[in-house]
């Protein structure tokens, strides 16, 4: 089972994925942020930070600053505001 | 769009982000896409979703940024240009043109997903068969499993996606 290109695979299991992510109901989705203390409600709610609000968030940084490490520096130019929330 | 639809937006974006360049985030993709739908230059079609709308444009704009990366230059507003003209790919994913640095960030993020799953094998084994395009019959044959329990596998898998989408930092 492993004759398919890796770029290919993956882009396969991401679609498939995006599928059910598509059919989950809201029920589903607001359990499982319940399950987590993720309250979406709350005004400044993590749950939310960088989809309505345009602070990057940490995990997205700190991927950047990881890999922006390992390729020897990234020169693309995009506003990035500041002022994330903490993590939980 | 509600709450929950915002989140499963924030889900979407963290999912296709493991397929982006390394140095775009997935806010990057979403407000790129956000963007794309508010200046109008990516119109809804009639019957489809807004979040599954969003999902299809944020798909495109990954595209567009491999291509970005792999032309290796400054080209991002012709590029965007270009999106205006195509639609919401569906069925069989693009095939991405060979990349090595692609392959790697998909074989990385492969592991990363199968990491989710490391005391699920039935997950891990559909996650393989995803991966490899296979029917539902064809996975429930390969994997001896009954449709009750590939059903209930696949929920399995999407509430992990859910819970690592909406965890910050992203397992």
Redesign the interface.
Known sequence: MNRTRPELGFERLLRSLERDLLEATDAEILTVANELGIKPGMKGSIALIGVISTARPKDARQKSARQTNKVGGSSRSRGRPKGDEPAT | M????????????R?????LP???????L??EAFARVLDGSRRQPDGV?V??FV?GVM?SIKEYYWREARRGTRQRQKLLAELESTGIEEG?????Q??PE??AI??Q??EA?NELFEDDPQAQQI??A????LTVEETCTLCGLSKTDYDST?TR???A???A??????P
């Open positions: 509600t709450e929950a639809d915002l989140m499963r937006l924030k889900v979407l974006a999912l296709q982000a493991r397929g390394p140095h775009i985030g997935w806010s990057d979403l407000q979703p979040v599954a999902a798909r069989e994913p693009f095939d991405p060979p990349s692609r392959r998909a074989i993020e492969m997903i996650i393989s995803l991966y490899e395009g696949r898998i999407r509430r996606l859910i819970k989408g909406l965890r910050t930092p992203q």
